[in-house]
T-cell receptor
């Protein structure tokens, strides 16, 4: 019974289409994060949330938007997918900086 | 921008060998975490260190936080193939989001 789940696990989409990735948690953690992981770049923060309807940009936020209408769900939307957004996307949750993160299993997104 | 440097970037060793990987920054950390990531999965938290000079042990893994809280090391004794993975360090900087190093990719062959 994972405390954090991501969906879908894999997705192939066409350039120019919108895509939404979902992160769902059952831990009631305040903080939620979206990262992308690419070879040579490590984990890069896209957006994060510090409460319901409270979100902020990370270092690679261009072309992405997020929403958090409930504590348990954090959605990442690629407004118009591009090939440069082909990546593995990870969601993470946290209670605070002293506790580290719990990561989801990731979504492998391919934009063709 | 606060940066974390991890070294080495890649490490390939034989089963039974010992190894140490490092995480360094010019900034002082309030806390530091280590994770291991296996292929196709998300990173998994191994340990959090908070106090300068702190040493924590997790079976064959020993984590040390530098006295000045600017660096940390992870030592693995008698490495096993199951230790293979990407080792990431993370620190609490300013704001709500924590920063990651790029990781050390470890391969342990039988």
């Amino acid at each position: 019974d994972a405390g954090i789940t991501q969906s879908p696990r894999h997705k192939v989409t066409e350039t120019g289409t919108p895509v939404t990735l979902r992160c769902h948690q059952t831990e009631n953690h305040r903080y939620m994060y979206w990262y992308r992981q690419d070879p040579g770049h490590g984990l890069r923060l896209i957006h994060y949330s510090y409460g319901v309807k409270d979100t902020d940009k990370g270092e690679v936020s261009d072309g992405y938007s997020v929403s958090r209408s409930k504590t348990e769900d954090f959605l990442l939307t690629l407004e118009s997918a591009t090939s440069s957004q082909t990546s593995v996307y990870f969601c993470a949750i946290s209670e605070g900086s002293l506790y580290g993160y719990t990561f989801g299993s990731g979504t492998r997104l391919t934009v063709v | 921008t606060q940066l974390l440097e991890q070294s080495p970037q890649f490490l390939s060793i034989q089963e039974g060998e010992n190894l140490t990987v490092y995480c360094n920054s010019s900034s002082v950390f309030s806390s530091l975490q280590w994770y291991r990531q296996e292929p196709g999965e998300g990173p998994v938290l191994l340990v959090t260190v908070v106090t300068g000079g702190e040493v924590k042990k997790l079976k064959r893994l020993t984590f040390q936080f530098g006295d000045a809280r600017k660096d940390s090391s992870l030592h693995i004794t008698a490495a096993q193939p199951g230790d293979t993975g990407l080792y990431l360090c993370q620190f609490a900087g300013s704001g709500y989001a924590l920063n990651f190093g790029k990781g050390t990719s470890l391969l342990v062959t039988p």
